[in-house]
């Protein structure tokens, strides 16, 4: 059934077509460049995305064509069919092609704001993540910060904890490996305030608080020991990962208000 170009170092575990129709809005979720993207857009409209397996992480790929939706699940020969009947099942609901949106049509036709976003846009399909851990982590940080900081933070998350999968691709932490980075984390000892840049680059830096922001309430930015009990950053004042680096109030860091 397949014409695609299989991508480099997986097999090809399960396969299933449907007549095409629209897809999830949501499917572009964890698309980025680089370290802690788990999205990928394929040319002609499709979709990848790298999901933990029990054998090692899978690819999971939706391609619209002319006439039908294909999906595909891609991953280590070592997998077992019955996970890779359920990642399949997965990609059918990432890709809301089981979202049943009978009723809704009638249920906003009535109402004066819902009704013409339904006319310009049609019936709304969200689609679902395979696992309920990262559409819950996800939440978290969407309400913690915003936009594209959002995107940041999680994609930093993902590297740090996540599984390098193919494709270049990486796959969401589980909750195991979520859990054991904060059990280690924890720590009795008071949190020492972090070195803060001043001035321009090369300039000195200094080891108390910021300065106070619009005359109100300064802001300390502490963050947690180390080994060794060093509390500086790194060189060039960047966070622990130079490819990702740590966004206020998420990740190493924690803002805290005086």
């Given at each position: ?22 897809l ?25 995305r790298?999901e ?91 309400q ?7 995107a ?8 740090l904890r ?73 060189p ?9 680096p ?13």
């Amino acid at each position: 059934m397949s014409t695609s170009p299989a991508p480099a170092g997986v097999a090809l575990l399960a396969e299933d077509a449907v007549p095409r129709r629209p897809l999830a809005t949501t499917m572009w979720m964890g698309v980025g460049r680089g370290r802690g993207a788990t999205t990928a857009r394929l040319p002609g409209g499709g979709w990848r995305r790298a999901e933990q397996g029990p054998a090692g992480p899978v690819l999971l790929e939706v391609r619209p064509t002319a006439d039908r939706v294909v999906l595909q699940v891609w991953g280590p020969a070592a997998t077992e069919d019955v996970h890779a009947a359920r990642m399949l099942a997965a990609t059918r609901r990432w890709a809301g092609l089981e979202d049943d949106a009978a009723g809704f049509a009638d249920l906003v036709a009535g109402h004066p704001v819902l009704r013409e976003p339904l006319r310009q846009l049609g019936v709304p399909l969200i689609g679902a993540l395979p696992r309920a851990a990262e559409s819950f982590g996800r939440a978290v940080l969407d309400q913690l910060v915003q936009g594209l900081e959002a995107a940041r933070s999680t994609a930093q998350l993902v590297a740090l904890r996540g599984t390098p999968a193919p494709a270049g691709l990486w796959a969401y932490p589980t909750r195991e490996a979520l859990g054991a980075r904060g059990r280690a984390q924890r720590t009795p000892d008071p949190v020492p305030s972090v070195t803060v840049p001043t001035g321009s680059a090369g300039a000195a830096v200094g080891d108390g608080p910021l300065p106070r922001r619009d005359g109100a309430r300064r802001i300390v930015v502490r963050r947690r020991s180390v080994a060794g009990g060093a509390s500086a950053l790194p060189p060039g004042g960047r966070g622990t990962s130079p490819a990702i680096p740590p966004l206020p109030r998420v990740g190493n860091r924690c803002v805290t208000r005086s």
